[in-house]
C-alpha cells in the first residue's frame, strides 16, 4: 500500500503464531485493506469466536508487533503512513463461508475448480 512490502508467506506465519499464542483455531481468513478512517489493514477471521472476539484489540496488537519484523511495515507505522491492523471477526464459521462463496461464484457461472479467493 505505502511500500511496506509485506507477503504472503510472511503474513501467514506471523498470524499462526498470533494465533497459536491465543490458543485461537482458525478455519478461514483474509487480509484485505481499507482506506477509511486510516490506510489500515484488516484481518478478517472466522475462528473460534468465544475466545478471540473478547480478546479481539490484544490479537491485533499482538499481530501488528509480529509483523513490525518487516522493516518496510515497521517505517510505514512509525512514521503514520499506516494504522495499526484491524482484526473482524467474522459471525459464520469457514464451511459456511465457502459454501455461500461458491453459490455466489456458481451463480457466476464459474466452475468449482475455476473459484479463487
Request: with cysteine.
Amino acid at each position: 500500500l505505502v511500500g511496506e512490502k509485506l507477503n504472503e508467506t510472511h503474513v501467514r506465519s506471523t498470524l499462526e503464531k498470533v494465533l497459536s499464542d491465543f490458543s485461537a483455531e482458525q478455519e478461514l481468513h483474509l487480509v484485505v485493506y481499507q482506506e477509511v478512517p486510516e490506510l489500515h489493514y484488516v484481518l478478517l477471521l472466522s475462528a473460534d469466536t468465544t475466545l478471540v472476539a473478547e480478546r479481539r484489540q490484544q490479537l491485533a496488537t499482538a499481530l501488528d508487533e509480529r509483523l513490525r519484523s518487516n522493516p518496510q511495515y515497521d517505517l510505514a507505522r512509525s512514521v503514520g503512513q499506516l494504522a495499526c491492523i484491524d482484526v473482524r471477526i467474522l459471525p459464520e464459521r469457514g464451511r459456511e463461508l465457502w459454501a455461500k462463496f461458491e453459490t455466489w461464484q456458481s451463480g457466476l457461472g464459474k466452475r468449482v475448480g475455476d473459484m479463487k479467493v
